[in-house]
């Protein structure tokens, strides 16, 4: 079967299984990249505002609300934020990624730290919405969708980041 491969941007993507995966280069550096979507799946989710100096802090924290953990969007927080971890570790050489909770009412929370977006410290929040998109708040990105959506916005902001989606 031959493989299924599209150009966007000046970027060759591959989808092997269901995944997509390009290469991306910095400084002569060579990464191979995968993500759950294409960029052209992802382009039209909007994104707003604007990160200041304390987002590029060397330590981010990801954080969720644990209030509906019992619900299936539960699933794709966690997809999200292992994919934005990796990236923030891999690619973006940010030496500290931790996992946070916006409350301390679960068991999975009760060794996390408690981080808000009103924490002084970056933070992305990946937050379940049934509004879709990348909400760029001075430290703060919150992250947010509905299943699907949750892991397509993080996508959106990855692409972002690195400069394969340019709006």
Request: glycine share 8%.
């Amino acid at each position: 079967k031959a493989k299924e491969s599209r150009y966007y941007n000046g970027f060759e993507f591959v989808k092997i299984g269901s995944t997509w995966f390009t290469d991306w280069e910095r400084s002569g550096l060579i990464y191979s990249l995968e993500f759950r979507h294409g960029p052209w799946d992802v382009e039209d989710i909007p994104v707003r505002g604007s990160t200041d100096v304390r987002f590029q802090l060397s330590y981010i924290f990801i954080t969720h609300d644990p209030t509906n953990e019992s619900s299936r969007g539960t699933a794709f927080v966690a997809l999200s934020a292992a994919d934005l971890a990796t990236m923030l570790k891999g690619v973006f050489e940010r030496q500290g990624v931790a996992a946070a909770c916006t409350k301390n009412i679960t068991d999975a929370c009760a060794n996390r730290p408690v981080v808000t977006c009103s924490t002084n410290a970056s933070v992305i929040y990946l937050k379940v919405s049934n509004e879709t998109g990348v909400f760029l708040d001075g430290n703060c990105a919150t992250i947010q969708g509905y299943e699907e959506g949750l892991t397509k916005a993080a996508d959106k902001a990855i692409y972002q980041w690195l400069g394969i989606i340019n709006k």
